[in-house]
């Protein structure tokens, strides 16, 4: 009576143990498809994040956006670059490509219109690249060293402004990063112009400027006039 009350013990023992064992497996089994599905779902969106699982439509049409893009930017540098050539003797042709390039860029960085720069250039120095004023502005975009100095080191980049003003593509994006400053700082083209022309602590300290429109103003908006009406006859021709 005791062995078989012993052997009921022993088969009931094991039987406890088998559904044990098997529920803990269905648990793992579940625990584990769940995590399997989680991770799956992570690299999906990873993916999907990187353009992987892009749609071919969708992919073509960012491609196309950016070529878009691209293309606008090669056609405004080649109107630069054609302008420059006809405004300056000064400058070789392969700078004057250069000269281009860096122009659209930096406009298309600070969001400002290259013809507003080249109708600057004209006013300020006639595209001469070793023009130097009578307050010791140097170069196309007569820029002061003082205020070189100051740029680059913002921009961080090493310059000797008693020479490298006189490289035009050094001089124009010191210019341009120097006017986009003033454009943001007096939120008007009008005023940025004012201040880039006779500095921005006389601009705020004489009334007279902010009340009337200085002669510089007038001649550099009315060259970008006349710029913008050669950009028309040069897609027409």
């Known amino acids: 009576m005791l062995k078989k009350s012993c052997d009921i013990m022993m088969v009931t023992a094991y039987s406890f ?5 098997l529920l803990s497996f269905v648990c793992l089994s579940a625990f584990l498809f769940l995590k399997m599905k989680s991770v799956s779902h992570l690299k999906i969106k990873s993916f999907k994040s990187v353009g992987v699982l892009v749609s071919p439509e969708e992919r073509k049409q960012t ?3 950016s070529s878009l893009e691209y293309e606008e930017l090669k056609t405004r540098e080649a109107e630069i670059f054609k302008l420059i050539l006809r405004l300056s003797d000064e400058i070789p042709p392969s700078d004057a490509r250069n000269l281009a390039k860096l122009i659209g860029e930096e406009c298309e960085n600070y969001e400002l219109d290259p013809f507003l720069i080249l109708a600057m250039i004209q006013v300020e120095s006639r595209f001469d690249p070793i023009a130097v004023s009578n307050r010791g502005a140097i170069g196309l975009m007569q820029v002061m060293p003082g205020t070189a100095h100051l740029i680059a080191e913002e921009l961080g980049i090493s310059i000797n402004a008693g020479k490298s003003l ?41 009334k007279s400027l902010k009340k009337q429109t200085p002669s510089y103003v007038k001649k550099v908006l009315n060259f970008k006039r006349l710029l913008e009406d050669k950009r028309i006859k040069i897609e027409k021709s």
């Open 17 to 21: 143990l088998k559904a044990s064992f």
């Open 63 to 65: 491609s196309k956006t």
């Open 166 to 206: 006189y490289d035009p593509l050094i001089n124009v994006r010191l210019g341009i990063y120097y006017f986009s400053l003033l454009t943001e700082r007096f939120e008007s083209t009008h005023d940025a112009l004012v201040a880039y022309n006779v500095g921005p602590t006389r601009f705020l300290t004489t």
